[in-house]
């Protein structure tokens, strides 16, 4: 795996300090990740090549998207979305195949946004 800058400069320095900034980084990633599943989606298929390495989606704050391979850091700053979401594209319908990475894609940003919620320290009169 190797590293990208993309991702370490939107991710591993971004901090989301309230609700209302977790909540727009949650939109934004969401936005990334429906962008890559539906206008995007002949880019996305063709990203997504059987023959390449475990490949995982990743969305971003600012609604863009990429296919790339996991962090390179043990552990990884962020929740790691899922891995070889390429190897079942070929064997599967499309729809199928779009449907499973859209289920996997929403179970990554809760974790990211509870990720970021956990850190809180949240006061009776904060919440």
């Known amino acids: 795996p190797r590293s990208n800058p993309l991702r370490l400069t939107m991710d591993a320095q971004y901090n989301p300090r309230t609700v209302e900034e977790v ?3 949650y939109k934004g990633r969401r936005n990334g990740l429906a962008r890559a599943l539906t206008t ?3 880019e996305f298929f063709r990203q997504c090549d059987p023959e390449k390495e475990n490949l995982c989606l990743y969305g ?5 998207w990429e296919v790339n391979l996991p962090a390179e850091e043990v552990p990884p700053e962020l929740p790691e979305p899922a891995l ?3 190897f079942a594209r070929d064997g599967m319908q499309e729809k199928d195949w779009l449907s499973m990475v859209a289920v996997h ?13 956990a850190r809180f320290g949240f006061d009776k009169s904060d919440r």
């Open 23 to 25: 909540f727009r980084d």
């Open 40 to 42: 995007d989606v002949e």
């Open 60 to 64: 971003f704050p600012n609604e863009h």
């Open 84 to 86: 070889g979401i390429n």
């Open 105 to 117: 894609s929403d179970a990554w940003l809760l974790s990211v946004a509870f990720y970021f919620g």
